[in-house]
């Protein structure tokens, strides 16, 4: 497997990433990591390790330089479209490098990402093959719900009926296609035993669904 720590140019500065790709990879799986969170937690790290074994690439990127993230730039946090700029920037990248150029691109959102994500995801309808939101907190008033053209899945957890709803009712107002699938006793985070690898199993599955569709004759 080649694995390597990357920088990916994006917004005139450098973002920090580790790329994974297995042997005869069928897809890369960019996991983006804003503002609250950073690729090196352990979670992360299990949803990457769990989709290596899959046959998925992964690139896991933090989407603001290590001198955003110190906060001498806090400012920028608040720039709603500086994420999602990344996201695409970060697909543009993975698209010309040798070991992933060829693949399709999936998008993974966790927890407050998932707007950036779906944001991203309008503004690439024709580079990225799926998004994946696992946990995550979507807008249904978010415009980039109705602008979004490919397929997504939501992976929400059974104990936060709350949340479960919020993204039911984001979810129905997608137009391509789209699922919600339920990990049973678990919340948002995943951190139940067992819960994670469930949920992470979820997405592989769809991402296999979504690759079958594009290479039937």
């Known amino acids: 497997m ?4 990357v920088s990916v140019p994006a917004d005139h500065v450098t973002l920090d990433g580790d790329l994974a790709v297995p042997a005869s990879a069928r897809a890369v799986v960019l ?24 046959g998925f690439a992964t690139l896991l990127v933090d989407l603001l330089s290590e001198r955003e993230d110190e906060g001498d730039t806090g400012a920028r946090r608040f720039d709603a479209g500086m994420l ?3 996201i695409v920037a970060a697909v543009d990248w993975v698209k010309i490098q040798p070991s992933t150029r060829k693949l399709p691109v999936v998008l993974f959102g966790a927890g407050t990402q998932a707007n950036a994500v779906l944001e991203a995801a309008a503004d690439l309808p024709d580079r990225v093959l799926t ?8 807008d249904p008033e978010a415009d980039a719900i109705e ?6 899945l939501f992976i929400a957890g059974g104990q936060e009926p709350a949340l479960l709803r919020v993204t039911q ?5 997608l137009e391509p296609p789209h699922a919600v699938r ?11 035993p067992g819960a994670l690898d469930e949920a992470v199993a979820l ?11 594009v290479t039937r004759p």
């Open 131 to 138: 998004v994946v939101l696992c946990g995550a907190r979507p």
């Open 182 to 192: 339920v990990v049973a006793g678990a919340t948002h985070l995943f951190e139940e």
């Open 2 to 5: 080649i694995s390597d720590t």
């Open 31 to 54: 996991l983006p990591h804003g503002v609250d969170t950073v690729r090196h937690n352990p979670r992360s790290r299990s949803i990457a390790a769990q989709l290596h074994t899959a």
């Open 84 to 86: 999602p700029r990344r």
């Open 169 to 173: 009712e984001a979810a129905r107002r």
């Open 203 to 213: 997405a592989g599955d769809w991402c296999d669904e979504q690759l079958r569709s």
């Open 147 to 152: 602008r979004v053209r490919i397929p997504v």
